[in-house]
């Protein structure tokens, strides 16, 4: 019975910090068809093979140039030289919800050692729907809107996915889902990263 019990807890234990740790499925946006999206998906491979671009540490990750939410065009090689947080995220996702506050928290306190956090919202209805939230929020760090193209790029299937990219432009981790038992490891990394200058002539 003991044993049971026992087995029962640590089951239970198990689902709680699954719950804590989940992040949203992908965007709202229409998914392209099954056999494109998989032509897409080995094309962007086969390139980021090739390149050493992606998402995953040590790689550069995918360039891009999306609109902030008063319409000017960004680019990811504006921030060269600077260590960026990319967040993708949307609305309705409640643990990006839960990230956004401790974002924040994280850019006002380093942004003057050369932090930029860039948000990459993936809602459906874009600047219209995120711009409100942002502002109720208190979002003080760069907010652009993300598309499809985005999403197939970074192959984003579960939201929020952070980013952590150093000073030569390289991804240094790549979180998944958030819970604030990630905050310490987050800030630590950040500091790391602050303190390297970079490498690359």
């Given at each position: 019975?003991?044993?049971?019990?026992?087995?029962?807890?640590?089951?239970?234990?198990?689902?709680?910090?699954?719950?804590?740790?989940?992040?949203?499925?992908?965007?709202?946006?229409?998914?392209?068809?099954?056999?494109?999206?998989?032509?897409?998906?080995?094309?962007?491979?086969?390139?980021?093979?090739?390149?050493?671009?992606?998402?995953?540490?040590?790689?550069?990750?995918?360039?891009?140039?999306?609109?902030?939410?008063?319409?000017?065009?960004?680019?990811?090689?504006?921030?060269?030289?600077?260590?960026?947080?990319?967040?993708?995220?949307?609305?309705?996702?409640?643990?990006?919800?839960?990230?956004?506050?401790?974002?924040?928290?994280?850019?006002?306190?380093?942004?003057?050692?050369?932090?930029?956090?860039?948000?990459?919202?993936?809602?459906?209805?874009?600047?219209?729907?995120?711009?409100?939230?942002?502002?109720?929020?208190?979002?003080?760090?760069?907010?652009?809107?993300?598309?499809?193209?985005?999403?197939?790029?970074?192959?984003?299937?579960?939201?929020?996915?952070?980013?952590?990219?150093?000073?030569?432009?390289?991804?240094?981790?790549?979180?998944?889902?958030?819970?604030?038992?990630?905050?310490g490891e987050m800030r630590a990394r950040v500091e790391e990263l602050l303190a390297r200058p970079a490498t690359e002539a």
């Open positions: 019975m003991t044993k049971t019990l026992k087995v029962a807890v640590l089951l239970a234990s198990v689902a709680v910090l699954s719950v804590g740790f989940a992040g949203c499925g992908g965007s709202e946006e229409e998914a392209p068809s099954a056999a494109t999206a998989t032509d897409e998906r080995a094309e962007a491979v086969r390139v980021q093979q090739a390149s050493g671009v992606g998402i995953e540490p040590g790689q550069t990750p995918p360039a891009f140039v999306l609109p902030d939410l008063s319409g000017n065009d960004v680019s990811l090689d504006d921030f060269e030289g600077k260590v960026v947080i990319l967040d993708l995220w949307a609305t309705w996702c409640p643990p990006c919800r839960k990230e956004i506050p401790f974002l924040v928290s994280l850019y006002e306190e380093y942004k003057d050692q050369g932090l930029v956090v860039i948000g990459v919202g993936l809602d459906q209805g874009g600047a219209s729907v995120m711009a409100p939230f942002v502002e109720a929020n208190n979002v003080t760090y760069t907010i652009l809107v993300g598309n499809q193209t985005m999403s197939r790029d970074y192959k984003v299937r579960s939201i929020p996915m952070t980013l952590t990219i150093d000073r030569d432009g390289r991804v240094a981790a790549k979180d998944v889902g958030f819970a604030p038992s990630m905050e």
